[in-house]
């Protein structure tokens, strides 16, 4: 029982680390392609800023998304750890999947859908906290339009604010500043991002204290009154993978965003990660996991359509947007097998 226990422990913490590394090393696309296609960072630059200040988004800026996600989608009581290994399973088969054909996609749709797969094949879709669940979708289906309207209107006004600026001195100021929000659009991606490991292990750890206590008192103390928590080395665990995919990266993502969708230019890449970060840090700070994926996808495209509806590739946008729709049902049935094959092995 004892090697078998750590044995699931070590698994847990091992797959979690794998599912934010991916994680970091899709979305690092999402983080680089302004800044990089525009000339502002050179690569090996935009690897360093991007690491560094996801790491910092993730260790110093709490934890209300992984209490949203640890307690809000199920109760801790009523998951087993069959089901949160097959959500991962699920959720990263998928992620990988939809990287190997160079496709944006939503780790936190993937997850989502993983856990109600898994949790609706193993304890039967009444365990599953149905409200919270909408509000989150809510949430991940509204924060890309706001992107798109703001990336929209913020590139018409700086268009109005630089009109009198000779366009190589406009490009060149903001080239600068996009080093910024390349720093702050890291930052918000981390503590939002890195928190979705978190609730993972955090969950998995409660589950394990209430099946062998003297065993994990030697790494888990739960609070008094067995409240959802996250513990510091946990969130160093998460902070450190997402951190560590990032500094490999996700050109063939990058690509896709930086030039199929249109040709993006400083006063694109500027209002974009910009309004990616405020819509990124308002969610992270309310609680609420969001894809960064669509946020700054949707705010490209509406920065692009401020100069010319024309010049945006829509079909592109149309095919990024047919891959979010079918992930949250793709990795939720790929969970669901995985709970089948595993279920009594776990």
Excluded at 124 to 132: M, V, Y
Excluded at 138 to 156: E, S
């Amino acid at each position: 029982m004892g090697s078998h226990f750590l044995i699931l422990i070590f698994s847990l913490i091992l797959i979690v680390a794998l599912f934010e590394f991916v994680n970091g090393f899709n979305d690092f696309a999402n983080m680089a392609v302004m800044p990089v296609i525009t000339g502002a960072i050179e690569p090996k630059e935009a690897i360093l800023i991007i690491s560094v200040f996801e790491f910092i988004g993730a260790w110093f800026l709490g934890t209300a998304v992984a209490q949203t996600l640890g307690k809000g989608i199920v109760n801790p009581h009523d998951i087993s750890i069959a089901m949160i290994f097959a959500a991962l399973l699920g959720t990263i088969t998928w992620d990988l999947g939809a990287w190997y054909f160079g496709m944006p996609f939503s780790a936190s749709h993937s997850l989502i859908g993983g856990f109600v797969g898994a949790i609706f094949i193993g304890a039967g879709p009444d365990k599953i906290q149905w409200r919270k669940v909408c509000e989150i979708l809510l949430i991940l289906i509204l924060t890309p339009g706001i992107g798109l309207i703001a990336g929209h209107y913020i590139t018409k006004w700086l268009s109005l604010l630089f009109r009198n600026f000779k366009p190589t001195k406009a490009n060149n100021l903001l080239k600068r500043i996009q080093i910024i929000t390349s720093a702050t659009l890291a930052m918000s991606y981390g503590s939002n991002d890195a928190q979705k490991g978190m609730s993972i292990i955090s969950l998995g750890l409660i589950i394990f204290y209430r099946l062998s206590p003297k065993i994990m008192e030697r790494v888990y103390h739960p609070l008094p009154d067995r409240a959802f928590y996250v513990p510091k080395w946990v969130i160093l665990i998460c902070s450190l993978s997402l951190a560590l995919g990032s500094s490999i990266g996700g050109w063939r993502i990058m690509k896709t965003l930086g030039t199929k969708l249109f040709r993006i230019r400083p006063i694109h890449g500027f209002s974009a990660q910009l309004w990616s970060t405020v819509i990124i840090s308002i969610s992270s700070a309310l609680g609420f996991p969001v894809s960064t994926t669509q946020i700054v996808s949707s705010t490209i495209l509406g920065a692009g359509s401020a100069q010319s509806i024309g010049r945006v590739r829509w079909v592109m946008g149309k095919q990024i947007f047919f891959t979010w729709i079918i992930t949250m049902p793709g990795s939720a049935i790929l969970s669901a097998l995985f709970f089948i094959l595993i279920k009594n092995w776990i």
